[in-house]
C-alpha cells in the first residue's frame, strides 16, 4: 500500500512512500510528514532574538502534538518515517539551545512528550534506517541528557522532586543535600511507572557521599536520572560486546545537573563508583549470563557503542525466578544498560 505523495519540508512533493514499514524503499529518506514539516517552518522563529523563548515554549507544545498525530496517523505497529526523527531531533535540538543560552524554565511536560513520542517500540524500523545515514538515535540520547541538567538546574528550586513519568520515558530530577551519607534513585519504587509492571524490573542507583563531595561544594546538589524504556534497540549493536545482538533491560542516565556540558566526571567515579541495582525475572528456563555496559559516544564505529570499560559486575543472586545484580559503573553521563549477553560474554 502507498501513501498519498509525502511533502517535504521544503514545500516539494517527493515520491510516494511507503506506509508498510519496508524501510528498504529508496527514496524512504526523504519523506517527511506534513505535520513535522510544519513545525520546522514554524521553528525558523527562533533565530529571533526578541520572540525566540516563547517561541521555544510554543514549539515544544508544537512538536508534541505533530509527533503524537503522525505516531497516530501511521498507526500503533508502524514506525514514522526516519526523516520525521531526524528532523524531531534537530528542532528539540534548537529549542535546547535557546532554554540554555537563556537559563530560563525548559518546557518539560511538551519535550517529555516529544522524546515519549520518538520512543514509541514501533519506530525501531526508523530509528534503523536513520542510523544508516549517520547518528541519529544517539541524536536524541544527547537530547535527552541536555534536557534532563536543564531540567534539574532550572525547575527543581530548593526542595522536592520533580518526575516527569511517560510510557517509554521516566526523568526524575531531584535537590540533593550534598554531606547526605549517600543518594538513591527512585526514592519510592511507584517512580518507574510502567516500567516495573510491565517489564518485572525495578532499579536503583546509589551515589556515595565522597562523589557527592566532589563532584561540588555546595550545600545543595541538582541531580537528574533518566530511564529509557526502548531506546536500547534503537543503538546499533557492537557485536564484540553483545555477541547475541540484542540487549534485555533499561538504559539509565545519571548525571548532575551542576556540571557544565563540557565537563567530565568521569575521572570522579575511578576510586568511588555509581553502584546500580537490578532486579528482573529470568527471561527463559536456562536463565542467562549477564554485564553491565555503558554507551560509550566517544567509539568512531557508528559514533557510538557498547563498551564494558569501567563497569564491574559485583555480586548476582537468583531467587524464586528473580535475578538482582549489582554492579559499580565509573560512568556518569553516559548510558549504563544492564544487558543479556547469553552464550558468549562470561563475566
Known amino acids: 500500500m502507498r501513501s498519498q505523495t509525502a511533502r517535504h519540508a521544503t514545500g516539494n512533493a517527493t515520491r510516494e512512500c511507503s506506509l508498510t514499514g519496508s524501510w528498504g524503499v529508496a527514496n524512504v529518506m526523504s519523506c517527511l510528514s506534513e505535520e513535522i514539516a510544519l513545525v520546522q517552518e514554524e521553528a525558523k522563529c527562533l533565530e529571533d532574538a526578541e520572540e525566540r523563548i516563547q517561541c521555544a515554549v510554543n514549539i515544544s507544545v508544537q512538536l508534541a502534538e505533530a509527533s503524537l498525530a503522525v505516531s497516530t496517523k501511521r498507526g500503533p505497529n508502524t514506525s514514522i518515517y526516519p526523516l520525521d526523527l531526524q528532523t524531531i531531533n534537530g528542532i528539540v535540538s534548537r529549542v535546547l539551545n535557546v532554554f540554555e543560552d537563556e537559563r530560563r524554565e525548559v518546557s518539560s511536560e511538551a519535550l517529555v512528550d516529544v522524546f515519549n513520542n520518538s520512543l514509541r517500540e514501533a519506530n525501531q524500523a526508523g530509528w534503523t534506517q536513520l542510523q544508516t545515514a549517520g547518528s541519529g538515535s544517539q541524536a536524541l540520547l544527547k537530547n535527552a541528557e541536555r534536557f534532563g541538567r536543564i531540567l534539574a538546574t532550572s525547575t527543581v528550586n530548593g526542595n522536592g522532586t520533580l518526575v516527569l513519568s511517560r510510557q517509554n520515558i521516566v526523568v526524575a530530577a531531584e535537590v540533593v543535600k550534598g554531606r547526605v551519607s549517600n543518594f538513591s534513585f527512585p526514592a519510592q519504587p511507584d517512580q518507574l511507572g510502567n516500567f516495573s509492571r510491565d517489564n518485572n524490573e525495578t532499579v ?123 554492579f559499580n559503573s565509573t560512568h556518569l553521563t553516559s548510558f549504563a544498560v544492564l544487558v543479556d549477553v547469553a552464550g558468549g560474554l562470561e563475566v
Do not use: C, H, M
Not at 536503583?204 to 563531595?213: A, G, N, R, Y
Not at 545482538?245 to 542516565?253: D, N
Open 204 to 326: 536503583s542507583v546509589s551515589i556515595p557521599e565522597d562523589s557527592l563531595k566532589r563532584l561540588t561544594k555546595e550545600a545543595e546538589v541538582y541531580l537528574v536520572n533518566t530511564i529509557f524504556r526502548n531506546i536500547k534497540d534503537f543503538l546499533p549493536i557492537n557485536t564484540s560486546v553483545l555477541s547475541n545482538g540484542k540487549t534485555e533491560s533499561l538504559v539509565i542516565s545519571t548525571q548532575f545537573g551542576a556540571l557544565d556540558q563540557e565537563d567530565s566526571p568521569n575521572d570522579t567515579f575511578k576510586d568511588s563508583p555509581i553502584t546500580f541495582n537490578f532486579s528482573f525475572r529470568a527471561s527463559s528456563d536456562t536463565g542467562s549470563k549477564y554485564a553491565g555496559v555503558f554507551w560509550d559516544f566517544s567509539n568512531p564505529v557508528n559514533k557510538g557503542g557498547w563498551s564494558l570499560e569501567g563497569i564491574q559486575v559485583i555480586s548476582s543472586v537468583t531467587r524464586d525466578n528473580v535475578t538482582t545484580v549489582v
